[in-house]
């Protein structure tokens, strides 16, 4: 599966890095909420994941982007350490498909994200 | 004779000409060396930090995926073990280390988490966090309660508890807040020996991480009569947020406490947990309180006044202040059903204000 993860910390990006591309998956890391929407058309991810506190665009408007371009596919994992109800609330009004928060389990990650796998699923 | 003169001239352009020229080659050859210099200590950092981001790397990754270890996984995290281990002597590795398995850790959970932990513990960057405890700077002191904390390394909590009554005020919060993210509600044990004061934010930032765990019926009544007052208004705010309804009497008694901010925290209080005597209590220290208090009263009786109490409710309408008056008069509207029809005519014959008063809280109904 061909995911886009925008995450603006270092570390966080490495460990999706690790854990993703073990899983078999193909990564494209993207350090901003900007660079993750500018990337879409070239990418084409199967999955977006996206933290929420970002320079430039906010994971937010990431998952508005991602829904207006493709409106019926390409879902959106949020993966944030904003946990508040009324923040989960307007991701998924806004169209986010999975909320997760940080401190996350990585082995939970992997099987959230298997949930997508279309191809997997046939 | 001039032509002596010009040859000596020449002579001496010639020197100057030649010191200049050799002045700029000997400052230019510095240059090329401090260059030179700077490159190749550049390097040797470039290379000593690509090869600790590595180890950090590598130690990450393995906590990551710690279910898919066998033999040889095993003897690669040895190694990478081994290499770290002989440079923590080094206190900038520590300090890079450590800080990238507590980031680490802070956003991970789980089993991967716990092998951070162990590679944490492994490492015996514990060790050293604890030697930091006892340093001067308050801020070594600060950064080794929260390592120790991020890292759940419950084992300490009786070092870090010494902590929570330290002179410095960052280095208590963190040390406070240690003993509740590792216990809960049963790491409010502090409060019983603190003697400095708990400020505001500390508290928000304590209700906040007791937000995160389980509710608890720990005795709280104890702290109401502690002498640091802000622990008093602490355990208010407990009471308050946990509905201890079962406290009533005691949290009226903060309401003769010598302290006024006591009294408000316990006014504030009362406004949540209420018995059908609640009104006449705070209606007999109305007059003995300040105006801030006595708002804060009027606020109340919204929530806890009822029929019995309208003469003291319509009494608080001549009052000079409007919040005072706005207040009372939402009270009187709630008091009973008749409330707001004794408010409409109370209004007539009264003074412009109660009219618009009348009017603001009828908006407020119909919204």
């Not at chain 1, 660079?35 to 906010?58: C, G, H, N, R, W």
């Not at chain 1, 944030?80 to 990585?106: C, H, I, R, W």
Request: charged share 25%; net charge negative; aromatic share 8%.
């Amino acid at each position: 599966m061909k995911i886009l993860v925008a995450e603006d910390d270092q570390l966080m990006m490495k460990m999706l890095e690790f854990r993703l591309r073990k899983d078999g998956h193909e990564v494209i890391i993207t350090h901003d909420g900007r660079e993750a929407v500018s990337k879409l058309d070239e990418f084409q991810p199967d999955l977006v994941i996206t933290d929420i506190m970002m320079p430039y665009l906010s994971g937010l408007e990431v998952v508005s982007a991602v829904k207006k371009k493709y409106p019926t596919g390409t879902p959106v994992v949020i993966l944030s350490g904003m946990g508040q109800e009324n923040v989960v609330l307007e991701a998924f009004q806004l169209g986010a498909d999975d909320y997760m928060t940080k401190p996350f389990s990585p082995n939970e990650l992997s099987v959230r994200v298997r949930r997508f796998d279309m191809s997997a699923i046939k | 004779m001039a032509g002596r003169l010009l040859t000596y001239l020449i002579k001496i352009s010639w020197s100057v000409q030649n010191i200049a020229v050799a002045a700029v080659v000997a400052l230019m050859t510095c240059l090329l060396v401090f260059m030179l210099l700077y490159m190749y200590v550049k390097s040797v950092r470039e290379k000593k930090q690509h090869k600790w981001r590595m180890i950090s790397d590598m130690l990450i990754n393995k906590a990551i995926f710690y279910e898919d270890r066998d033999e040889i996984e095993d003897q690669i995290l040895a190694s990478v073990l081994e290499a770290a281990q002989k440079l923590i002597v080094n206190r900038y590795f520590r300090k890079f280390i450590a800080g990238e398995l507590v980031s680490a850790k802070k956003n991970i959970s789980g089993a991967s988490a716990d092998s951070l932990k162990q590679f944490y513990l492994q490492l015996g960057l514990d060790k050293y966090a604890l030697k930091n405890l006892e340093s001067r700077q308050w801020y070594v002191k600060a950064e080794a309660i929260q390592e120790l904390t991020i890292m759940h390394t419950d084992e300490f909590i009786d070092q870090l508890h010494t902590h929570t009554n330290d002179k410095n005020e960052y280095v208590r919060m963190e040390a406070q807040a240690a003993m509740v993210q590792f216990k809960g509600f049963d790491g409010l044990d502090f409060l019983n020996s603190i003697s400095y004061p708990l400020s505001n934010w500390q508290q928000i930032k304590l209700l906040q991480l007791l937000s995160l765990k389980p509710p608890s019926t720990i005795n709280i009544d104890k702290w109401f009569k502690s002498d640091n007052n802000s622990v008093v208004i602490f355990a208010l705010k407990l009471a308050r947020n946990y509905h201890r309804f079962e406290l009533h009497d005691a949290i009226t008694e903060c309401l003769d406490h010598e302290n006024a901010d006591v009294r408000y925290e316990a006014i504030r209080c009362l406004n949540e947990i209420y018995t059908d005597e609640t009104a006449d209590h705070l209606i007999s220290r109305f007059l003995q309180q300040g105006l801030k208090h006595q708002v804060a009263i009027a606020r109340a009786m919204q929530n806890v006044g009822s029929k019995k109490d309208e003469l003291f409710l319509f009494d608080l309408l001549k009052h000079e202040s409007d919040e005072l008056k706005l207040h009372a008069a939402r009270a009187l509207a709630n008091a009973s059903k008749e409330g707001l029809l004794s408010l409409e005519k109370y209004s007539k014959e009264s003074e412009e204000a109660i009219s618009q008063i009348l009017m603001h809280i009828k908006g407020e109904n119909a919204a």
